[in-house]
């Protein structure tokens, strides 16, 4: 079983991640005296959870087992209790099925003519939309440049948490492999509290938990993590260096759309690095993504 993912994900993966975080806390992190006796179990015991979210431990217990749902207050304060930050919160509200948890079916992700003529004219920052699970659904010419060229792949195969696992090269272009690949993977988790029945995403974190050891691990850490922003350093085979930032944008049109970008301050390194790159490849003629016809 991957991590719950069955039909009965939500309550099942509450419990889960209710699990995986109280065994992370210590007594004295959440204010408990320390009597000093060998614990059985690490972190926090159940009993200690319920009592510091004052409810009984039946209750707790119970949530644990997936054997009932949790009304929003008492989540609230299991949050606080848990030292979950917001994106830790947001996932347990939607396992709890305060927010929709059933996947509608859905069809093919298709980026809007606008969307592409933002993409195309963004001829020196690096940029890609990604849909759900991930998915690369668009890419401009120098994003191809910088990451891969996502034209090569199988469509199905665009996927970026599965080129981060399973392109060889992915491990010597990001300067820190291991702490991008276990966001991505983080982000992946939201996704699947989203969206639990998701075939396409069940597959994957199968086939990604088969091939890769550490993904069924950080799988199995139960991160979360939202696509915001943050600064990554890549190591480029032609122009060496690059320290980038990076954005992500929310398409009004389809909410599981996001635009991300990656920048670098003027009169930088890195800057003037990305520019020597989209002359580059401008002379390979690397192509960016089409919009439909």
Do not use: C
Not at 241 to 266: I, R
Request: charged share 25%; aromatic share 6%.
């Amino acid at each position: 079983m991957l991590g719950g993912m069955t039909s009965n994900v939500p309550l099942n993966e509450l419990g889960e991640f209710l699990r995986k975080r109280r065994s992370e806390l210590s007594p004295h992190a959440v204010g408990l005296p320390e009597t000093g006796r060998p614990r059985r179990v690490a972190g926090l015991r159940r009993e200690e959870v319920a009592q510091l979210a004052a409810i009984s431990t039946d209750y707790y217990t119970r949530l644990e087992q997936g054997r009932m749902q949790a009304s929003a207050p008492v989540l609230d304060i299991l949050a606080r209790v848990l030292h979950l930050d917001d994106d830790e919160r947001g996932y347990l509200f939607q396992l709890a099925g305060r927010t929709t948890t059933r996947t509608r079916r859905r069809g093919r992700q298709t980026v809007q003519p606008q969307l592409q003529r933002v993409l195309d004219d963004l001829t020196a920052t690096p940029a890609i939309v990604q849909g759900r699970r991930g998915d690369v659904l668009a890419w401009n010419a120098l994003a191809a440049a910088l990451v891969t060229d996502f034209s090569r792949l199988p469509e199905r195969h665009r996927n970026y948490p599965r080129i981060q696992f399973t392109d060889p090269a992915m491990r010597t272009l990001y300067a820190d492999w291991e702490n991008s690949a276990k966001t991505s993977v983080a982000q992946l988790r939201m996704e699947a509290a989203k969206y639990p029945e998701d075939p396409r995403l069940i597959e994957l974190v199968g086939e990604l938990s088969l091939r890769d050891k550490q993904f069924a691990q950080w799988w199995g850490d139960h991160r979360v993590a939202a696509r915001t922003v943050g600064t990554k350093t890549l190591n480029h085979p032609v122009v060496g260096e690059l320290v980038l930032d990076w954005d992500t944008l929310t398409a009004n049109t389809d909410p599981d759309q996001h635009l991300t970008v990656w920048t670098a301050a003027p009169g930088s390194a890195t800057h003037d690095r990305l520019r020597i790159l989209a002359s580059w490849a401008a002379d390979r003629h690397l192509p960016a993504s089409q919009p439909p016809s």
